[in-house]
């Protein structure tokens, strides 16, 4: 079933955040947290430290009346920064992968930062920055088709 989720980056401290709203809203983790260290060598990426690879890949908690929060630790030595502006996404889990295409097509359309979804060891995905500078993700896991 499609889901809206709001997607958080962190400098590093991701899971003290999120064991924090853990307690605060009396609530479980989705899934166990995935590391930086379980994400398959891509080509080209750069080798990740001991400390890198115990970051925060992706932790998801769900919160008040179905809402799901998600985060990330963003990583320095993958060149990511985290500014105010690129630390909240919406995250959108449509039902189909011609679904996202198309949100993806309509949001991107005139934005910026775009990776338009495709496949990934996850599931399908992809991100841009809208014309109105919000930033979305598309996201449809393995097991959701």
């Known amino acids: 079933m499609a889901s809206v989720s709001i997607y958080l980056n962190f400098a590093g401290n991701a899971e003290e955040a999120f064991n924090a709203y853990k307690r605060i809203f009396k609530a479980e983790f989705s899934a166990p947290i995935m590391r930086m260290g379980d994400m398959p060598a891509q080509p080209g990426m750069p080798a990740l430290s001991e400390a ?16 799901q929060i998600m985060a990330t630790d963003m990583l320095e030595s993958m060149g990511h920064h985290l500014v ?28 910026a930062d775009g990776v338009a979804p495709h ?19 598309f996201n449809i896991t393995n097991q959701q088709g």
């Open 119 to 137: 496949d990934e060891f996850w599931g399908y995905w992809g991100t841009c920055k809208d014309k109105f500078g919000i930033r979305w993700m």
């Open 52 to 67: 890198d690879k115990t970051k925060v890949m992706h932790v998801a908690l769900p919160i008040l009346g179905g809402t």
């Open 84 to 111: 105010e502006g690129n630390n909240v996404t919406i995250s959108l889990n449509p039902d189909t992968k011609e679904e996202a295409d198309r949100l993806y097509n309509e949001l991107s359309l005139d934005g």
